[in-house]
């Protein structure tokens, strides 16, 4: 099974940013600190994280496995991307980044729509 390097993006009603990164510090590539940085940030969820002497794998219940390269610091998949692995490695990512741990992170809005105004005619 080959592992394919993810486009991370940040999806919301109104906009959708795309998302580029250098790399993942290599001081956060660890089990360890990857927990403890979930237990302290806002996350809704807990994932289940593994780690081997070269990979640390990232899995919330019930959802595709995203994968971190502690040689490259690059977020892979290892079947096929779809809107919600990309919207994962964003979080991931935008979580690493509030804690000083990705270098180059960057977001540029790729899409957005403006908001619907009603305008309302007075008649006074």
Excluded: C
């Amino acid at each position: 099974m080959s592992m394919n390097e993810i486009a991370p993006m940040q999806y919301s009603k109104l906009q959708t940013r795309k998302i580029t990164y250098k790399r993942i510090k290599k001081k956060a590539l660890s089990k360890e600190v990857l927990e403890s940085l979930w237990r302290t940030s806002n996350a809704k969820k807990e994932p289940t994280i593994s780690e081997d002497n070269q990979l640390l794998s990232f899995q919330y219940p019930k959802k595709p496995v995203l994968i971190i390269s502690k040689k490259t610091g690059r977020i892979y998949f290892l079947h096929r991307e779809t809107r919600y692995l990309k919207h994962q490695a964003g979080l991931i990512l935008r979580i690493l980044d509030e804690f000083g741990f990705v270098e180059g992170f960057e977001r540029k809005t790729v899409y957005k729509e403006e908001p619907k105004i009603e305008w309302v005619e007075n008649d006074a």
